[in-house]
């Protein structure tokens, strides 16, 4: 057979070392009053009080005890790997009151895109509208397949009272964080991860004493909520988040990604997540608590904008030769460090946060050593490793499998306008790729779904052109019935002769992920699945999470790409043979220990990573992967590199345990596990992570704030360029 490489890790890229950026404290804005933003607006009527555009307020104890460094929690603290702060740090945390309670909660329960806030709904257009979130500040390192990533959120109170401010907000889906510091002053207290249920009654109690606390917490794995209690008039507090997160390497580059803006989410009745109110809600600006989900996104109308904005900043460190370094979502300044690093911002006229920033760069190296990064944990003895395997471009030339191509569109509401087009330009390129052993369906959903025929139809000329008329009727309209789609797609018989790929073109807006996945799963019985991820902010935890099911790959298609061109690229990798039966054979490998449990197909461009842990006494003997590429096996050594330098180490260890942790979670969507929450937890807490089931808590309780009543403010976010406000949040058109 023809010869392929094994691309692991760029060990020359893994060799740079990573960087953690610490941010200062912002400085203090003046303080207005809420009645100067109104009485501007509304001269002829009275000034309204705070209550109107808040969603609760909160009475302090006068006589609440001072809480206390709990010291014995500190030493647990000092125990847990990456968690013991710098000496400038301080680690308050609350002990308990004899007499502990529950801290009044608000009727309504805010969650927005950004902190929430409310002025009055009659805002002129042509006014700003002042939010509480001043700057989002964004500092990252990258070295090879693992980039560090430090945002700070630069939060003031602008109000005559105190606030507690509500962030809801994203980050990559496969993030690990752990590390959260609040700045007041010139101190910085450092976040301890509990057990959520434990971090949430800390927060309300230290809430309702009147300490300065702040929580962290996760809805979803690419969004998560911040609360920031009793803010003081004019006072400023930044709130630093640092993850670890590996990059995706597709088509010979990196792809850096972060996403700034939380898309409007449709939560379909009657599923689990609308019952529940555990979706993720949209709603007009100065109406909380509408949507009936306890995160909520408030947006602002097209006419109407804030002053927050975001700066990036991101260094790669390479220790190669770069090649093209590119963004299509954003303009950027790239300044050359030196042949093998280089510093990139975001311009000047791109730091309105309202579509994801998409950054590819690539080495400039043809071939990449073959190889493994390993690490051991000198305090545990426990092994980690990260490998990275990349198919040869050689096996593009086979001839490809006769297939049964399913085309998926999402016609909902949320797709309206460009996003549908450029799905549906991606379905004609894929029509004029099909060969005349192949057949197709085409299917659209949103409220229901419809489809071209009842059977897949032979890829002949005339059914090219009745899809096409087809497509040229569809519109985005409606809501996001996604279980419809799924269904409609994967429940018809398979003719035997032709392997099923089914391609889903969505933006992914949904708030019931977890149930989609499962009823997907279910209904695979030997179907591929591959997902494109349409518009400028697609929800990417949900796409990944699809492909990494349905054991397809993932293609973006964002409002700057041409979706002939895309369809093109990604057709051509999934129609040619795999690399398929992989298998890793190593005596050091613990079973258990290795993410994904197991190993799928590898399409050309599409490498999958594969972290785990391993028994350093069994590790003098090589590792070797073994596996099929085409009609041929191959049984390959693979070289082992041992990395050095404790940033790195630290990021593969919390990458490997996000792993872990996605994982458990992937597999509660459709097998249902009653440790679940237990096993989640045990693994985050060792590691300093958050989950769904554990949480950040910083409390100052130096003193006691001024003041004995607070207000929750909310404030709305813009809507992720391209998508319609009138089609997306309800009561806003």
């Not at 086979?398 to 949320?414: K, N, T």
């Not at 519109?475 to 018989?493: C, E, H, Q, R, W």
């Not at 996945?517 to 999470?545: C, D, K, Q, T």
């Not at 045990?682 to 590691?687: F, S």
Request: charged share 20%; aromatic share 8%; hydrophobic share 40%.
């Amino acid at each position: 057979m023809k010869r392929w490489y094994l691309l692991v890790s760029l060990i020359v890229f893994l060799a740079a070392a990573l960087m953690l950026v610490s941010i200062g404290a912002c400085s203090s804005a003046n303080t207005h009053s809420m009645e100067s933003y109104t009485m501007a607006r509304r001269a002829a009527s009275p000034p309204p009080s705070i209550t109107n555009y808040s969603t609760g307020v909160w009475m302090s104890s006068s006589n609440s005890r001072p809480l206390a460094l709990d010291q014995q929690l500190a030493k647990k603290m000092a125990a847990i790997p990456g968690s013991l702060p710098s000496l400038e740090d301080e680690i308050w945390i609350i002990q308990k009151p004899a007499n502990w309670g529950t801290a009044p909660k608000s009727d309504d329960i805010p969650g927005s895109g950004s902190l929430l806030a409310g002025f009055a709904p009659d805002t002129p257009a042509d006014k700003l509208v002042p939010v509480p979130l001043k700057h989002t500040a964004v500092r990252a390192h990258v070295g090879g397949l693992i980039a560090s990533t430090v945002v700070t959120q630069k939060f003031e109170n602008p109000y005559d009272q105190k606030i507690e401010a509500v962030y809801v907000f994203p980050l990559p889906q496969n993030a690990a964080v752990n590390e959260f510091i609040m700045t007041i002053g010139e101190r910085r207290i450092r976040g301890i991860i509990r057990d959520k249920a434990e971090a949430e009654q800390i927060y309300a109690e230290a809430k309702a004493q009147g300490y300065v606390a702040s929580l962290l917490t996760q809805e979803r794995p690419n969004i998560f909520t911040q609360k920031v209690a009793n803010i003081e008039p004019g006072k400023a507090i930044d709130i630093a988040i640092t993850y670890f997160h590996t990059l995706p390497y597709r088509d010979g580059s990196f792809e850096y990604v972060f996403p700034m803006v939380v898309g409007p989410r449709f939560n379909p009745p009657p599923s689990e997540a609308f019952t529940a109110g555990s979706g993720i809600g949209a709603a007009p600006r100065g109406t909380p608590g509408t949507s009936g989900q306890q995160t909520e996104v408030q947006y602002l109308s097209p006419n109407e904008r804030s002053g927050h904005d975001i700066s990036l900043t991101i260094t790669l460190d390479a220790g190669v030769p770069l090649g093209e370094i590119a963004s299509k979502s954003h303009t950027i300044a790239v300044r050359h460090n030196t042949k093998t690093s280089v510093t990139v911002q975001l311009a000047t006229e791109t730091t309105i946060p309202n579509k994801d920033f998409v950054l590819r760069f690539s080495p400039a190296v043809e071939r990449a050593t073959p190889g493994m990064i390993t690490w051991v944990d000198p305090e545990t003895g426990v092994g980690y490793f990260a490998m990275l395997v990349v198919p040869p471009k050689e096996l593009a030339s086979l001839p490809r499998r006769p297939m049964e191509m399913v085309f998926v569109v999402d016609a909902s509401g949320s797709m309206n306008g460009v996003p549908i087009e450029q799905a549906k330009d991606a379905v004609r390129a894929g029509l004029r790729l099909l060969e005349p052993s192949d057949t197709f369906q085409l299917i659209n959903f949103s409220m229901t779904s419809s489809q071209l025929g009842p059977a897949p139809l032979d890829a002949t000329p005339a059914n090219a052109d009745k899809a096409q008329r087809y497509l040229n009727k569809l519109v985005g309209s409606g809501g996001t019935m996604m279980i419809n789609g799924i269904k409609a797609s994967l429940d018809f018989p398979t003719d035997g002769e032709r392997t099923r790929f089914v391609c889903f073109l969505t933006d992914g807006f949904i708030g019931n992920e977890t149930e989609v996945l499962g009823e997907m799963h279910s209904r695979l019985n030997g179907a591929h699945v591959f997902s494109f991820g349409v518009g400028s902010a697609p929800n990417r935890y949900l796409i990944e999470r699809m492909a990494k099911l349905g054991e397809g790959a993932v293609a973006y298609l964002s409002l700057e790409d041409d979706g002939g061109e895309v369809m093109t690229t990604f057709f051509t990798r999934a129609a040619h043979p795999a690399l398929t039966n992989l298998a890793i054979d190593w005596p050091a490998l613990e079973a258990a220990e290795v993410y994904p449990t197991s190993l799928p197909d590898v399409y050309i461009g599409r490498p999958i990573l594969i972290t785990g842990r391993f028994d350093p006494a069994q590790a003098d003997t090589p590792a070797r992967l073994i596996g099929s590429a085409g009609d041929q096996t191959f049984d390959l050594a693979v070289p082992t590199t041992r990395i050095e330098d404790d940033a790195l180490a630290r990021g593969l260890r919390a990458v490997w345990a996000r792993n872990k942790i996605a994982a458990l979670m992937d597999e509660a969507t459709y097998e249902p596990n009653p440790t679940l929450a237990g096993d989640v937890k045990t693994i985050a807490l060792e590691h300093n992570l958050m989950s769904a089931f554990t949480a950040f808590i910083a409390v100052d309780s130096s003193r006691i704030t001024e003041g004995s009543t607070g207000t929750t403010v909310a404030v709305p976010v813009r809507m992720p360029e391209g998508v319609k406000y009138e089609t997306t949040v309800p009561g806003g058109g």
